[in-house]
């Protein structure tokens, strides 16, 4: 079974830009979340898809969007870019809903995303 | 206020040597907590999983323990190889669905 896909794995933007980032589900995953990591700050939720409907928000400026496609798939959306949101960008699958019960996630290798 | 602390922050231990790493946490209530292993670059991968009930989860040469009283956990690498070093991340769950993130500790075995 393939595992969750993110693209591109790299990517390089100025300030003012706007990004896309893509994720694959394992297949048969309902659920998609995405994740900030920075040194600092270690791993910071950001949303979480399932049915094409955001359940769970975290605290990110609404910059930050994302959205599911009926298939599972999900894209992250980050207009305006600043210096700080250079970042690891995680992407999480799981069967279901609800990272909260007993249900494993499996993440993605992430977008390594570079503000200049 | 719901946290999860890791220590160390680092670490750097001789290759076959044990070590623990420390995850203190105060997220209530309680629904699970996980340890994930994450090589640099590369996204975290799922060591172990635990609920309130679970004392202890081995996975191999990592064994967790969970102490639910004193809000603790702990992660037991034996016998340490090369490819143990990576950074290792504390993640509890509460029971409303969120997840709350320790900042990692960076394990380096050396030869």
């Known amino acids: 079974k393939a595992g969750v896909t993110q693209t591109p794995r790299y990517l390089i933007k100025t300030r003012g830009q706007q990004v896309t980032l893509s994720c694959s589900p394992i297949?048969?995953?309902?659920?998609v979340s995405w994740y900030q990591q920075t040194p600092g700050q270690g791993l910071q939720f950001l949303f979480e898809?399932?049915?094409?409907?955001?359940?769970n928000k975290g605290n990110f400026p609404g910059r930050f969007s994302g959205r599911q496609f009926s298939n599972s798939r999900s894209e992250m959306n980050v207009s305006t870019l600043e210096l700080g949101d250079s970042a690891l960008y995680l992407c999480?699958?799981?069967?279901?809903?609800?990272?909260?019960?007993?249900?494993?996630?499996?993440f993605g290798p992430g977008t390594r995303l570079t503000v200049l | 206020k719901n946290q999860v602390e890791q220590s160390p922050q680092s670490l750097i231990i001789l290759e076959g040597k044990n070590c623990t790493l420390q995850c203190n946490y105060t997220v209530s209530p309680f629904s699970n907590l996980r340890w994930y292993k994450q090589d640099t670059g590369r996204g975290p991968v799922s060591l172990t999983i635990m609920t309130f009930s679970e004392n202890t989860k081995s996975n191999g040469r990592y064994t967790a323990t969970l102490d639910a009283d004193t809000k603790q956990s702990s992660l037991h690498i034996t016998a340490s190889q090369l490819s143990d070093s990576a950074s290792y991340i504390c993640?509890?769950?509460?029971?409303?669905?969120?997840?709350?993130f320790g900042t990692g500790t960076r394990l380096t075995v050396i030869p």
């Open positions: 993640v509890v769950s509460a029971t409303s669905n969120n997840l709350f």
């Open positions: 999480a699958s799981s069967i279901r809903q609800a990272p909260g019960s007993y249900n494993e996630q499996f």
């Open positions: 297949s048969g995953h309902r659920s």
């Open positions: 898809y399932f049915s094409e409907t955001q359940r």
